[in-house]
């Protein structure tokens, strides 16, 4: 979870702000609304590569629905529990 804090506690709690950051990002109000995120380096590293992770697993998911849809289109689906199971077992089997 966020702390939040008022921009007062820059220099009045500095030890506990920073503290705050180094654990995880902290937001700074002025006049009781959101104006400023601050965290640590590191912090900061981990919250890009979570994005970049995000990100990637979405695009992911958004080319295989893709290549569903057009495989579905051309033709290249099996319906059946049976078909799909002798499918699988054929690839397996190819594999070797």
Known sequence: MEVIYPSTALAKEQAKVKQAAREGVVRITEHGSAAFVFC???VFEDKIQEAVEEA???QNI?????QGREDY???RYIEGTEAARAETMRRHSSND
């Open 56 to 58: 990637m697993m979405l």
């Open 73 to 75: 289109k051309a033709g």
């Open 40 to 42: 640590s380096e590191e």
């Open 62 to 66: 958004r080319n295989a629905i893709k």
